[in-house]
């Protein structure tokens, strides 16, 4: 393989540690809404693993009695997506790209707010270690996940042929249909604390690899 390229949340740190590190700071911002930095923290923690974990921040102010206002969600969102997160690489991960450096290009490609993606890659110190990023909200309307317009890029950009490009990833609901239709090796990185550990494929998304850790991918890759 020529090119391995990565996805970032729940493939090269967990994703649980960026939300509650975003907790913490829409806490701290709002503790005068929202009251002991630590209590309002560790209540967001545990609506994170409810059915309420798309909408927390609307959760914990019903929970606090607190009206709820189109102006002060989006100011709670803005400091979550902007924060400088604390979160560090998995071990395997950190690992994996010190080993597959020296025999092929690197990258990464990943979904979400464009901030939000790129500070979590700062804060990571990922800019230096890799030679591509693409996060695919810079891309434009319609290129996230699984539009093939990243994976088309990140080739190009590493000027590696499809069959030579290898994803990494964890999420078979959107990750993969892509990369298969382009005609690259997938692997699927199951994490026990994933956030879709559990999610199912979609049409065209099953993973040709599954490994439960980055130890694994130059074996089934190269």
Known sequence: MKAVVFDLDDTLYPERTYAFSGFAAVATKFAAQL??????????????????????????????????SPELIRAMI?????????ISLYPDADAALDRLVADCALGIITDGPAVQQSTKIDALALRDRVDAVILTEELGPGCCKPSPAAFE??????????????????????????????????????RPEGIYKDAAPADGGVPQHVIRSLDDVKGVAL
């Open 35 to 68: 009251g002991d930095v630590l209590s309002t923290t560790k209540a967001m923690e545990r609506l994170f693993d409810t059915e309420y974990r798309p909408r927390v921040f609307n959760a914990i102010l019903a929970e606090r009695g607190i009206p709820e």
């Open 78 to 86: 803005d400091t979550y997506r902007q924060h400088r997160p604390l």
């Open 153 to 190: 890029l990140m080739a190009t950009t590493l000027e590696a042929d499809p069959e030579d490009c290898v994803y990494v990833a964890d999420n078979p609901a959107k990750d993969f249909v892509a990369p298969n239709a382009l005609g690259w090796t997938t692997i699927r990185v199951v």
